[in-house]
């Protein structure tokens, strides 16, 4: 193995696929690092691929005793471990060797409160702490991930040459990093882009299940539709990689793979997370809330076949979907309800943000997260510029519906979105994204709701009392006995 210098400027302990990406990235950027992982394989796997992408400056080291005194003082280590139980052994561990003022950044998929639990734990032994969300796969690891690191802002300071170099940069609007905010905020920022993540997703699926069931398309077509949506204002990493995954044969028999993926999505918690959140703090979620019951169904794949032969067999079959469609406009209508079910997604992600930002006085930048999710992140697209911009023109914009230019780009769009759903259900394709959206979006715009109607019915069996629209003050009614003495 080779003789690091004296000393290395960082360390990174867990060298998993995300991990090794993210020390060669480093170590290109011209930080020499040292790496560190419990099966020491790892390590000199790492090592290896150092000298094949370039002789990087990657030492490994195979205990944690030497990887420590191997960094530079201050020491800053970043973890890439399995969130939960693995983080808190990884700490254990490095922290027996380290000395005060010494940083540990976690930078895994972590619940907020974990981060916040660890970095009082950690403080108190006279070390600095950092939980930072990392999006943006393998690749971006690799190449220039979105970073969002959250906590000791003295800790920030350390590293904030590396990872304004390692982070993706975009020529208009800088490196895709910045420092959060105190707490775990960092940690529930990253939790919120991949509840918009699942959003995201599940809308593009909903987009590609009307044209293919309603429209016919066939993935050559597919991959040309996606492929021009994502020249226009849909431009995003995840349309782009959805033109992509049409475009792929199958290497295993005939036709193209998509075809032979099982209809069964998988997850990893932080989209539910994010749903949790946001019925603790009463922000309305519904797009991301559908997207992460989609994934539930899919899951139930023996139950919808049974299902789907029940149905058949009681005549409801195939004719829902035969349907005669215009082609060219159909395509130009999911188009325009797809990006207008996107905005709101992003409404609910960024309000739920804010929400939790005041309860916790992290005084959060809408506009700023907006921006570093630009480059290197899954969710990166052109309309985080947009964004970034009605933040920016009204930092207390109270939802992106009412900034001027979204709200003129949704009216546009309005009728489009109508005739999918429309269109969706006549033809019994679910929608629940871009459904959940557009109620979402009624919901909001209607100075009156049927609540007062909800809200009679709590005070009648339950005397929760209500207020009045042309008075003042809180008032119960004895509705039961109004009602039984007209009964009479």
């Not at 990406?21 to 480093?26: E, M």
């Not at 409801?316 to 060219?328: I, P, S, Y």
Request: proline fraction near 3%.
């Amino acid at each position: 193995m080779a003789k690091p210098p004296q000393h290395t400027r960082i360390g990174l302990a867990g060298l998993a696929v995300m991990g090794q990406n993210l020390a060669l990235n480093i170590a290109e950027k011209g930080f020499p690092i040292s790496v560190y992982n419990r099966t020491t394989s790892k390590v000199d796997e790492t090592v290896e691929r150092a000298k094949l992408e370039g002789n990087l400056p990657v030492y490994g080291f195979h205990d944690p005793e030497s990887f420590v005194k191997s960094i530079q003082k201050p020491r800053v280590i970043i973890m890439l471990v399995k969130a939960g139980a693995p983080v808190d052994q990884t700490i254990k561990t490095l922290s027996t060797y380290l000395e005060k003022g010494d940083c540990i950044i976690d930078g895994g998929n972590e619940w907020y409160e974990n981060t916040e639990r660890r970095e009082k734990a950690v403080t108190e032994s006279g070390l600095l702490y950092l939980g930072m969300g990392v999006s943006g796969g393998e690749e971006g690891a690799r190449n220039g991930p979105s970073l969002m690191p959250g906590g000791s802002f003295e800790a920030y300071k350390y590293i904030e040459d590396i990872l304004l170099k390692v982070a993706a940069q975009i020529p208009d609007s800088g490196p895709c990093v910045t420092y959060i905010g105190k707490g775990g905020s960092g940690n529930f920022v990253k939790m919120v882009h991949n509840g918009i993540e699942y959003g995201d997703m599940q809308l593009i699926s909903e987009a590609y299940d009307v044209l293919k069931s309603v429209g016919k398309l066939s993935n050559e077509e597919l991959k040309h539709v996606f492929s021009e949506w994502n020249k226009g204002e849909l431009l995003s990493f995840l349309v782009e990689i959805t033109a992509d995954i049409f475009g792929i044969k199958d290497d295993k028999g005939d036709g193209h793979l998509v075809d032979k993926v099982l209809d069964k999505t998988g997850m990893k918690g932080t989209g539910k997370w994010t749903i949790q959140q946001a019925a603790d703090l009463s922000v309305a979620a519904p797009t991301i809330a559908a997207s992460l019951d989609s994934r539930f169904l899919s899951g139930l794949k023996e139950e919808r076949v049974k299902a789907s032969k029940v149905f058949q067999a009681g005549g409801l079959g195939d004719v829902l979907v035969n349907q005669e469609v215009d082609k060219a406009k159909l395509i130009d209508d999911v188009r325009r309800a797809l990006y207008a079910s996107k905005i709101c997604s992003y409404a609910q992600g960024m309000n739920l943000i804010r929400a939790k930002s005041i309860e916790k006085g992290w005084d959060l930048q809408l506009g700023e997260l907006a921006r570093i999710w630009k480059g290197g992140c899954i969710i990166r697209a052109i309309f985080l510029d947009r964004i970034k911009q009605a933040y920016d023109r009204n930092p207390d914009l109270a939802n992106l519906l009412v900034d001027p230019e979204f709200a003129k780009e949704i009216i546009e769009r309005q009728s489009a979105w109508r005739r999918v759903v429309c269109l969706a259900i006549n033809s019994g394709i679910s929608v629940p994204g871009m459904s959940s959206s557009l109620a979402y979006f009624d919901t909001y715009r209607r100075e009156s709701v049927p609540a007062n109607l909800v809200q009679a019915q709590r005070d009648y069996f339950g005397a929760h009392t209500y207020e009045r629209v042309d008075m003042e003050g809180s008032f119960h009614t004895e509705w039961f006995k109004i009602a039984k003495q007209s009964k009479i």
